[in-house]
Nanobody, 123 residues
Framework: HVQLVESGGGSVRPGGSLKLSCAAS????????VGWFCQSPGNEREAAAQ???????IYADSAKGSFTISRDKVKNTLYLQMDNLNPDDTATYYC??????????????????WGQGTQVTVS
């Protein structure tokens, strides 16, 4: 059974930084496709950054240059370093693990597993 637990969210001023973590169990973050999605009130969940086929990293246009995704197979943890944050980055951030390199917001178990989310507020 795959479990993902996010941490590291919080409130920051514009221009500040946060580093999100997603601790995985039941699988290793290096053995599946993993990523970060975000959802703000009234909007659909959308991809922020993810590992795709062949280890290629894909960033949303809004995340390019300010977000960095990484993973540690020993700690079995996925990370999202968020720099130069602005109010538009305010959202709940979810990590996801999938057996398909095409991850869509509606993907559910057993194909995908989602964490509970961590809130990021920039104001």
């Amino acid at each position: 059974h795959v479990q993902l637990v996010e941490s590291g969210g919080g409130s920051v001023r514009p221009g500040g930084s946060l580093k999100l973590s997603c601790a995985a169990s039941g699988t290793n973050v290096n053995n599946v496709y993993v990523g970060w999605f975000c959802q703000s009130p009234g909007n659909e969940r959308e991809a922020a950054a993810q590992y795709s086929y062949g280890g290629r990293i894909i960033y949303a246009d809004s995340a390019k240059g300010s977000f960095t995704i990484s993973r540690d197979k020993v700690k079995n943890t996925l990370y999202l370093q968020m720099d130069n944050l602005n109010p538009d980055d305010t959202a709940t951030y979810y990590c996801v693990a999938s057996w398909s390199y095409t991850i869509v917001p509606g993907c559910l178990s057993p194909k995908c597993y989602w964490g509970q989310g961590t809130q990021v507020t920039v104001s």
